[in-house]
Structure formats: C-alpha cells, structure tokens
C-alpha cells in the first residue's frame, strides 16, 4: 500500500472560513475512509483547538493520522508565505525555543487519538538543524525541490529519516499523482503527498472522485 500526506489540517490559510473548512473535511473524510490506505494529515497545532481535534477523532478511522505539521506554520505572521529563509517556519530559533515550541504542540495534538508522534511534516518543505535536534519523531516529510535546493542531505537529522516527496510527480493534485503512478515504468512510491485545499479551490468537490481513484491505487497490496 502507499501512503498518503495530506498537509494543511485543519486550514491551509491563516483567515480561511472554519465552516466551509469543515464541510470540506467532513467529504473528504467519508471518502478516505473508504479505503484501507493510510493517510496522515499534517496538523497545525496552533489551529488545533477541540472543535478541530474533535472532528478528527469523529470523523477518522482506524487508518487515519494526525501528524505535527509545524507549530504555527507562520500563520500567526503577516505575509505568512513571503519572505521564507531556507528553514522556513524555524529560521532563527535556538534549539530551546523550538524544543519548547515541540512540546507545546505536542500537548495539543496528543488529545487526539488519532495523533501519531512518529511523523513531522515541515512547513513549506523546509526545516534546520535546530528543529532536527528538537523534535522526538522518527521521520521528517519534506519535498525534492526544498531538499536539494537546500543542502537539507548536508544537515545533522540527529537520527530522524527524511521522507522526500518528487514534486509533479508523486507530489501534487490527485490527478496527477495517479497519473504518474500509472505510467509504465515508474517505480511505485511508498508516499504520494497533496495539499487539499488547493484542490477544493480548483475543482471543488468535483476533486473528490479523483481522490477516491488515488485511495483506491493507493490500497493495492
Ligand atoms: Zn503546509
């Protein structure tokens, strides 16, 4: 079976409408409970008030995942997706800050039963040493673009694996991750990643189907 990520838990903005976001979640829920595929949704701790952990451990199944998706994903920053530095969301913390930072999120998240500590995925695919130093978890997600182009195969992980996604191939919209893992020839990957609401906001629930075809490739043995 291949895995599956799914960043940006509950909302991928800072001023996204909470109740459109749960009316989205909710389809998208039904849907990948379908499936025995397992799925991970990288959570923002700092959006993960009860209503959302709630909704969580209403709506996921057995082969659902929380996983620790930043702190606060600079959502609590003006202009949260400009002027990122090569370790994004943890550029300038010291190895105290960000340990504590982990720990407070980590109070949040492990309300959920759902919450698995194993998984870190780093906002905007980017991360440092101070972060790796930090955290407890056994892998760190991130993406081909931000890890080559970045030197993050240069840094001290302290023991944790990266998981690097290939952007536009197994790392993109529903379609197109399917698309790839169809073509003849390509190795099958033990992740594809996705960014949900990207897709609601293209193809609205239109995109639904597609995900059910991923799910459905996606839970072959
Ligand atoms: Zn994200």
Redesign the pocket.
Same mark, same amino acid.
């Given at each position: 079976m291949i895995n599956i990520r799914i &960043? &940006?838990y509950p909302f991928?903005l800072p001023n996204q409408d909470p109740d459109q976001a749960e009316v989205w979640l909710r389809e998208m829920f039904e849907v990948l409970s379908r499936w025995p595929a397992h799925y991970y949704f +990288?959570a923002?701790p700092y959006h993960c008030d009860t209503r959302w952990i709630a909704l969580a451990d209403e709506c996921m199944r057995d082969n659902g995942h929380l996983v620790m #998706? +930043?702190f606060t #994903?600079r959502h609590d920053y003006d202009g949260f997706d400009r002027d990122l530095q090569p370790g994004g969301e943890f550029e300038g913390m010291t190895m105290t800050e960000a340990r504590l930072r982990y720990l407070a999120s980590f109070d949040v998240l492990q309300t959920s039963a759902r919450f698995d500590r194993d998984h870190f995925?780093a906002?905007?695919n980017r991360y440092n040493e101070n972060l790796l130093a930090a955290i407890d978890t056994k892998y760190i997600h991130t993406c081909d673009k931000e890890y080559n182009a970045l030197g993050y195969a240069a840094l001290n992980h302290y023991g944790t694996k990266p998981i690097v996604g290939n952007l536009y191939k197994d790392y993109g919209f529903a379609s197109r991750v399917l698309k790839y893992i169809n073509t003849p020839g390509t190795v099958r990957p033990e992740w594809v990643t996705l #960014?949900w609401y990207y897709e609601f906001r293209h193809f609205g629930s239109g995109w639904l189907k597609d995900l059910n075809a991923l799910c459905k490739e996606c839970s072959r043995e």
């Open positions: &960043d &940006d991928c +990288g923002i #998706h +930043g #994903h995925i906002p905007f #960014h």
